[in-house]
């Protein structure tokens, strides 16, 4: 039986991690140290398809026999992109833009084999509607969770469910960071079957 190729996370977000072991797959992670700069007139959906790519090619070109995943996600308020806040500052200005709004979460996936030519990604894109958190609320939640490595502030796995009045998605995973369905379907693509891979 022919070996499957190794398979590579190129990421460090421990959310991303903690989604593709879900799949029971053995898989290293590597940092792909891209810069996610946003480029000028760029769009929230085009930005997180270039970074997704962007993050799989880099670790690709290290690792050519290798199949690998890179993701990326952008909060994308009326044609705005919201990114990581990074700072409690600026996290109380992402959710006072976001409160009483409908935001789209945009959650590329990109898979890259060097050594075979295989390069696909897909994106899936979430619909989120945000209550009209008051002030108080907004300083519990990121007191509570300290979401400033999520983009947007929203970390809807945990509390961050409480600031939402609805979400639309057929990705339950994508919202988290990683959309499984849309990585499943690339990954089987790439010579990868989640189903009859041996397990990790």
């Not at 519990?140 to 469910?161: F, M, V």
């Not at 499984?180 to 041996?198: H, S, V």
């Given at each position: ?16 991690h ?36 962007s ?5 690709a ?6 199949v690998?995943?890179?993701?990326d ?21 992402q ?13 590329a ?9 295989f ?13 009209d958190?008051?002030?108080?609320e907004?300083?519990?939640?990121l ?6 490595d ?26 988290i ?24």
């Amino acid at each position: 039986m022919k070996l499957a190729p190794p398979l590579i996370l190129a990421s460090t977000s421990r959310y991303r991690h903690e989604l593709l072991s879900r799949l029971r797959l053995p898989f290293e992670v590597l940092a792909p140290e891209v810069d996610e700069s946003a480029g000028h007139g760029e769009t929230p959906v085009a930005l997180a398809q270039r970074l997704a790519l962007s993050k799989a090619r880099a670790i690709a070109v290290r690792r050519p026999e290798a199949v690998v995943i890179g993701s990326d996600q952008v909060a994308d308020l009326d044609g705005h992109a919201l990114g990581k806040p990074g700072t409690h500052e600026r996290a109380v200005q992402q959710l006072h833009r976001m409160r009483g709004h409908k935001v789209l979460f945009h959650t590329a996936v990109a898979v890259v084999c060097t050594s075979s030519g295989f390069e696909q990604a897909a994106l899936c894109s979430v619909a989120v509607r945000f209550r009209d958190l008051g002030d108080d609320e907004i300083e519990h939640y990121l007191r509570t969770e300290q979401p400033y490595d999520c983009a947007g502030s929203a970390k809807c796995e945990t509390l961050g469910i409480a600031l939402l009045s609805a979400i639309d998605s057929d990705d339950p995973t994508a919202l988290i960071g990683l959309p499984l369905i849309r990585t499943c379907e690339l990954l089987r693509r790439a010579g990868i079957d989640p189903l009859r891979a041996p397990r990790a």
